[in-house]
């Protein structure tokens, strides 16, 4: 019998290289579960969103910081690297760590969908995203899905990959996200972000 290994497409430092090399303004690229994604570069209301969400969290959380496309080493059995649209984690976290930070520290990862159906954006942040973060044990993925205009709050991070408590919410409705995150948001507003 023929055993197939589940081997990445490259290895981590191949990655790097590739990155570092490819830096452009229209696209962001990316290392989950072993293979190499592009993400697309931010519109104008995926940036509002982010900043919505942003002041929410100070607000409410002011020992925090929202940082925007942190680096971030994700996953427990491979190395891999996301770039969050949001990183929620306590302030100077990620003082004097480099591109590719370890998300210890991370309370809360936030994404929003992006209109580029060209890409593989829709399978990255429904599924490969938040198999990611929950392997890497980041206590909360939040999504805000423009394109089905809800909010999907996944916590509670089990080892196998997956969060155990999945809550959706359509645009309009009071978003409650859970502890350690703990603040409320009232997403009315994004119901002037969509398309």
Known sequence: MTVIEDRPQ???EGFERIAAAAEREDVRLEFIHGELGVKAVPDGDHDEIIIWVMEHCMQQ???LRLYSERGLE???YR???ARPDGTLAPRHTFSAQGEWASADQVLMVVEVTSYDFDTDTDKRDRDEKP???AETGIPVYLLVDRTLGEVVVHSSPESR???AHLDRYAFGAEVRVPEPVGVVLDTEP???WVR
């Open 61 to 63: 959380r002011p020992d």
């Open 131 to 133: 198999r990611a973060y």
């Open 10 to 12: 490259m290895e981590a």
């Open 161 to 163: 990959g997956v969060y």
């Open 190 to 192: 994004l119901k002037g």
């Open 74 to 76: 994700v996953e427990t």
């Open 79 to 81: 190395t891999g690297h």
